[in-house]
Nanobody, 123 residues
Framework: QVQLVESGGGLVQAGGSLRLSCAASGRTFSSSAMGWFRQAPGKEREFVASIRQTGIATYYADSVKGRFTISRDNAKNTVYLQMNSLKPEDTAVYYC????????????????WGQGTQVTVSS
């Protein structure tokens, strides 16, 4: 079993950067694919990015490709989401997720979820 806790959310000006962290507990983290989702007010939860357990292969939503970077440090049981060139439409609650594969997470199939962290981008 994996427990996920997000941090690093906050308020940032458009064009700025923010890095989210997801700390995982449980011995299965190193063998789990990880990902990020977000949900804006009045919107459905959407996939943002995912990464294989090796940290090599990654998946991104078209809306964030080229701006966001997902990475992981298995030794620290942590996955990151580096967000650059932030836009007001990036405002949402961001959720960390763990699953069987990065491709499954990209298709919204995750096994574990964090509690979410708020990201607000002002114009």
């Amino acid at each position: 079993q994996v427990q996920l806790v997000e941090s690093g959310g906050g308020l940032v000006q458009a064009g700025g950067s923010l890095r989210l962290s997801c700390a995982a507990s449980g011995r299965t983290f190193s063998s789990s694919a990880m990902g990020w989702f977000r949900q804006a007010p009045g919107k459905e939860r959407e996939f943002v990015a995912s990464i294989r357990q090796t940290g090599i292969a990654t998946y991104y939503a078209d809306s964030v490709k080229g701006r966001f970077t997902i990475s992981r440090d298995n030794a620290k049981n942590t996955v990151y989401l580096q967000m650059n060139s932030l836009k007001p439409e990036d405002t949402a609650v961001y959720y960390c997720a763990a699953g069987w594969s990065a491709s499954r997470i990209a298709n919204s199939e995750a096994e574990y979820w964090g509690q979410g962290t708020q990201v607000t981008v002002s114009s």
